[in-house]
Nanobody, 116 residues
Framework: VQLVESGGGLVQAGDSLRLSCAAS????????MGWYRQAPGKQRVLVAT????????NYADSVKGRFTISRDSAKNTMYLQMNSLEPEDTAVYYC??????????WGQGTQVTVSS
């Protein structure tokens, strides 16, 4: 499975961005997809996940009510709509795909920078 993120950039606090993650390859093996982020000097943490079959979502408390994860199965693409962005959201955002068996797949990451 290959994952390619896009949509990052530099925005001001309060603005919105939408990240995309295009999956290719053996996408039928994917159980759950998600977004993680890593701020400078910090560990990579979960932002949101969505199941590939039923579309069940899960969010970190810090983004609930502001971020929305979704997927377009026909396009094998996952999205993260980010509203009311805060400087604390500044990080590299990574797309993740967890298969039913085996190791996770990761994208290369996309930088999101929110200025105050």
């Amino acid at each position: 499975v290959q994952l390619v993120e896009s949509g990052g950039g530099l925005v001001q606090a309060g603005d919105s961005l939408r990240l995309s993650c295009a999956a290719s390859g053996n996408t039928f093996s994917i159980n759950v997809m998600g977004w993680y982020r890593q701020a400078p000097g910090k560990q990579r943490v979960l932002v949101a996940t969505i199941t590939n079959g039923g579309g069940v979502t899960n969010y970190a408390d810090s983004v609930k009510g502001r971020f929305t994860i979704s997927r377009d199965s026909a396009k094998n693409t996952m999205y993260l709509q980010m509203n009311s962005l805060e400087p604390e959201d500044t990080a590299v955002y990574y797309c993740n795909a967890r298969p039913f068996f085996g190791y996770d797949y990761w994208g290369q990451g996309t930088q999101v920078t929110v200025s105050s």
